[in-house]
């Protein structure tokens, strides 16, 4: 049984150390306003896998992405200097489009419940129709 624990800890410290030197360090100018929202440690520790949520355009999206590629080494070797482990995993960066996901489907549902709120008027809901049904 693997000890994933280790794994989450180092996750979470490199998600804080991150998100702060992308706020304080990081100058390029294609990045955006990107937030980190988790972190996947390999099980030998030896890469770390970050998502990114990117508010933006896709274009804004794609350029932040490409910012941030290009900025791997510098923060790795960032981390080197505020993390107290022997090796630094090397650092990758995925597009998290959950947030954006999720949005889309709260629109959805959202539009879908005005839609129905007119025309169920005096009507039997979902559930009253079921039950009704097996009677």
Same mark, same amino acid.
């Given at each position: !049984? $693997?000890?994933?624990?280790? *794994?989450? *800890?180092?996750?979470?410290? &490199?998600?804080? @150390?991150?998100? =702060?030197?992308?706020?304080?360090?990081?100058?390029? $100018?294609? &990045?955006?306003?990107?937030?980190?929202?988790? +972190? #996947?440690?390999?099980? =030998?520790?030896?890469?770390?896998? +970050?998502?990114?949520?990117? !508010?933006?355009? $896709?274009? %804004? *999206?794609? %350029?932040? !992405?490409?910012?941030?590629?290009?900025?791997?080494?510098?923060?790795?070797? %960032?981390?080197?200097?505020?993390?107290?482990?022997?090796?630094?995993? @090397? &650092?990758?960066?995925?597009?998290? /489009?959950? &947030?954006?996901?999720?949005?889309?489907?709260?629109?959805?549902? #959202?539009?879908?419940?005005? @839609? *129905?709120?007119?025309?169920?008027?005096?009507?039997?809901?979902?559930? @009253?129709?079921?039950?009704?049904? /097996?009677?």
């Amino acid at each position: !049984m $693997p000890n994933t624990h280790r *794994q989450d *800890q180092l996750g979470r410290v &490199i998600a804080q @150390e991150l998100s =702060d030197l992308m706020r304080l360090r990081v100058k390029d $100018p294609r &990045i955006g306003f990107a937030s980190i929202t988790g +972190v #996947n440690v390999s099980r =030998d520790l030896s890469l770390a896998r +970050v998502y990114i949520s990117v !508010m933006g355009s $896709p274009d %804004e *999206q794609r %350029e932040t !992405m490409r910012g941030l590629r290009h900025a791997a080494g510098f923060l790795r070797h %960032e981390l080197a200097q505020r993390l107290t482990v022997r090796h630094v995993p @090397e &650092i990758t960066f995925t597009l998290d /489009e959950s &947030i954006a996901r999720g949005a889309r489907m709260l629109d959805l549902l #959202n539009q879908i419940s005005h @839609e *129905q709120q007119p025309n169920s008027i005096g009507a039997p809901s979902a559930a @009253e129709r079921l039950d009704s049904d /097996e009677r």
